[in-house]
């Protein structure tokens, strides 16, 4: 039995993980998206209160003063993603306050 030479080695590394990460990236958890709509202008803490629990989420529209009721929310982690005007932003201290038993209740966060 012959051995590898090191670029052999290397060159079969390469082949697998071009093959390999495709595979990974395809495998990734595919988690629902938590939308938030906020009014033009608007920064400051946003405040949302979960009504109902559903696998279909609709995207959440706060108010002037950063409320929202009646949002429907799901027990399974979800991405958030917060716009205004069309932009994305990135919520600063997201926390989501559950029950006992995991049920989402509310949601808290802060943008700029």
């Keep these: 039995m012959t051995r590898l ?3 052999e080695a290397a060159l079969i590394a ?5 093959f390999f990460t495709p595979v990974v990236i395809g495998c990734r958890e595919h988690r629902p998206v938590f939308r938030v709509e906020l009014p033009s202008g608007f920064s400051g803490p946003v405040e949302i209160s ?3 629990f559903a696998g279909d989420l609709q995207t959440v ?3 002037a003063v950063g409320h929202a009721t009646g949002a429907s929310c799901t027990k399974d982690p979800v991405d958030l993603v917060v716009t205004r005007n069309g932009s994305v ?10 029950t006992g038993d995991g049920i989402p209740t509310h949601l808290s966060f802060q943008v700029k």
Excluded at 14 to 18: K, R, S, T, Y
């Design 5 to 7: 030479t090191r670029s």
């Design 14 to 18: 390469i082949v697998l993980a071009v």
């Design 50 to 52: 979960c009504a109902s």
């Design 61 to 63: 529209h706060v108010d």
């Design 89 to 98: 932003l990135q919520p600063d201290s997201v926390s989501w306050n559950l």
